[in-house]
């Protein structure tokens, strides 16, 4: 049973561009939603998080955005850089220490 | 500052042989969870462990399926009699307290089932 849904496998953008992945999920349990990135060969690391009572957080070039009645989050990368070429993983909690993932979205900037 | 090691990274095992995955969390780290990515799938919560004791373990297969984190060495996590559908790629993660805030996750082991 999936309940964190990430529907796009890809997302190609070019450099200097807005990158937007998008994140669904189905348990009104969960409170809390991190984003983590990961490069091949390497475990995923924590990106950027925010808690269920807010529905934006930023930093620097990584912005989250939460709609609860919708049950949707989104990352928005601005601007794009190779370096952001990864795999993005959208995860969920509800008040305790297990995390909930979507399969992932891979993004590949351009030059 | 050393981070989560797992070794081995890439397992390959004929069915009904045994799996051994070993995970070294990160310094001062005593809590430790395990994950499981099924191809196309996202990853899995299966068990967390603090030294010497099992806390959670809901989301493991009920057979087959053991994990342990002594007071001296790694976290292992073993697959007894492996079948083809345990093929994955199994995740550690570590953490300084019990938490969903800052898990620091290993590389990964893949494991193939032949």
């Known amino acids: 049973d999936q309940q964190v849904k990430q529907n796009s496998p890809s997302l190609s953008v070019q450099e200097g561009r807005i990158s937007i992945l998008n994140c669904d999920y189905t348990?009104?349990?969960?409170?809390?939603f991190l984003w983590y990135k990961k490069y091949p060969a390497e475990g995923p690391t924590f990106l950027i998080s925010?808690?269920?009572?807010?529905d934006k957080n930023e930093d620097g070039r990584f912005t989250v955005f939460l709609n609860k009645s919708a049950k949707h989050l989104s990352l928005h990368i601005v601007p794009s850089q190779p370096g952001d070429s990864a795999v993005y993983f959208c995860?969920?909690?509800?008040?305790?220490?297990?995390?909930?993932f979507g399969a992932g979205t891979t993004v590949t900037v351009r030059a | 500052n050393a981070g989560v090691m797992q070794n081995p990274r890439h397992l390959v095992r004929r069915r009904g042989q045994e799996a051994r995955l070993r995970c070294s969390p990160m310094?001062?780290?005593?809590?430790v969870y395990w994950y499981r990515q099924l191809p196309e799938e996202g990853l899995k919560f299966m068990v967390y462990?603090?030294?010497?004791?099992?806390?959670?373990e809901s989301g493991m297969p009920k057979e087959r399926f053991s994990a342990e984190f002594p007071k001296e060495g790694p976290s292992i996590l073993r697959i007894q009699q492996v079948v083809r559908g345990d093929s994955a790629a199994y995740f550690c993660?570590?953490?300084?307290?019990?938490?969903?805030?800052?898990?620091?996750f290993g590389p990964g082991t893949r494991l193939t089932v032949t």
């Open positions: 993660a570590s953490s300084p307290s019990p938490s969903r805030y800052e898990q620091y």
């Open positions: 348990n009104s349990m969960f409170d809390y």
């Open positions: 925010i808690s269920s009572i807010k």
């Open positions: 995860a969920a909690s509800s008040v305790d220490y297990k995390l909930s």
């Open positions: 310094k001062g780290h005593s809590h």
């Open positions: 462990l603090q030294k010497e004791n099992i806390i959670d």
